[in-house]
């Protein structure tokens, strides 16, 4: 009914960007928080940048000044613009969305996306 489509990984020399889309599609009512997480092998899935339905972001410390997250409210889209990539940034990243469905009442679900590779060579 809904999913999160992901596009934009692939592999890149350390220094170089890379830019992340996901896109909500289905029967979505309306999207809260929506968010980039990674999860590097062997380690935690942990959050990478969030940013609110206002527009307001928050990243983990490793990427500030590197990432930048945004949102297109009207195509339900979430990027992240990702630059002075380092190998440590090397992971699966995910994109979520807390949003409610058409029918889905007052409450508000999680939604993941399948993951895309973003691989940075040194």
């Known amino acids: 009914q809904v999913q999160l489509v992901e596009s934009g990984g692939g592999l890149v020399q350390a220094g170089g960007s890379l830019r992340l889309s996901c896109a909500a599609l289905?029967?979505?009512?309306?999207?809260?928080?929506m968010g980039w997480y990674r999860q590097a092998p062997g380690k935690q899935r942990e959050s990478v940048a969030i940013?609110?339905?206002?527009?307001?972001?928050n990243y983990v410390d490793s990427v500030k000044g590197r990432f930048t997250i945004s949102r297109d409210n009207a195509k339900n889209t979430v990027y992240l613009q990702m630059d002075s990539l380092k190998p440590e940034d090397t992971a699966v990243y995910y994109c979520n969305a807390d949003l409610r469905t058409w029918g889905g009442g007052s409450r508000w679900y999680d939604y993941w996306g399948q993951g895309t590779q973003v691989t940075v060579s040194s």
């Open positions: 289905g029967s979505i009512f309306s999207i809260n928080t």
């Open positions: 940013i609110s339905r206002g527009g307001s972001p």
